[in-house]
T-cell receptor, first 114, second 113 residues
Framework: DAGVTQSPTHLIKTRGQQVTLRCSPI?????VSWYQQVLGQGPQFIFQ???????GRGNFPDRFSARQFPNYSSELNVNALLLGDSALYLCASSLRDRGHYEQYFGPGTRLTVT | AQSVTQLGSHVSVSEGALVLLRCNYSSSVPPYLFWYVQYPNQGLQLLLK??????LVKGINGFEAEFKKSETSFHLTKPSAHMSDAAEYFCAVSEPGTYKYIFGTGTRLKVLA
């Protein structure tokens, strides 16, 4: 079975630009979460979507937005990029939106902002 | 508020020695707890999870963890380290009814030949 897939693998952007990251969950999973992992730290929660609705948002500015499509894939958008947005962005899928359902992570998209 | 503390950002063990990675949590209710492993340039892989069943949880690759409520701990162990265990390990907590994981800062395990 295919796991969580993310695209692109790597991305280099300039300050002020906008970026869109994509995620396809495991087949049958209806929940997608996004995390930011800055080098040397643990992942930080950004968003969770379940059945195309936002179920939760972490402590991130409004420059960060996301959506989930009818096929349960998801996009994360970041506007007005800052140097501090450089990180590994991880997508995770799970069957449901509750914490006891384990999350399966994709390989991530490494974003570098110059 | 939930939080996770991983003591020791770097741990070194000899091949064949016991692996012990420490995780302490803070939660207002009995939590769900997870251990993930991350190899270089990869995503996170679930090792094991505790969701209020047996307090001793066995995972993949010979790892296990014990939930100790009195100590608010969920330490990860493996009896005999293998070179392939070298990676970064993350402990995470989630509260029932919530949707997000709170991760610790990670412990990088180095296995010495």
């Amino acid at each position: 079975d295919a796991g969580v897939t993310q695209s692109p693998t790597h991305l280099i952007k300039t300050r002020g630009q906008q970026v869109t990251l994509r995620c396809s969950p495991i087949s049958g999973h209806k929940s997608v979460s996004w995390y930011q992992q800055v080098l040397g730290q643990g992942p930080q929660f950004i968003f969770q979507y379940y059945e195309k609705e936002e179920r939760g948002r972490g402590n991130f500015p409004d420059r960060f937005s996301a959506r989930q499509f009818p096929n349960y894939s998801s996009e994360l958008n970041v506007n007005a990029l800052l140097l501090g947005d450089s990180a590994l962005y991880l997508c995770a899928s799970s069957l449901r939106d509750r914490g006891h359902y384990e999350q399966y992570f994709g390989p991530g998209t490494r974003l570098t902002v110059t | 508020a939930q939080s996770v503390t991983q003591l020791g950002s770097h741990v070194s063990v000899s091949e064949g020695a016991l692996v012990l990675l420490r995780c302490n949590y803070s939660s207002s209710v009995p939590p769900y707890l997870f251990w993930y492993v991350q190899y270089p340039n990869q995503g996170l892989q679930l090792l094991l999870k505790y969701t209020s069943a047996a307090t001793l949880v066995k995972g993949i690759n010979g790892f296990e963890a014990e939930f100790k409520k009195s100590e608010t701990s969920f330490h990860l162990t493996k009896p005999s380290a293998h070179m392939s265990d070298a990676a970064e390990y993350f402990c995470a907590v989630s509260e029932p009814g919530t949707y997000k994981y709170i991760f610790g800062t990670g412990t990088r395990l180095k296995v010495l030949a």
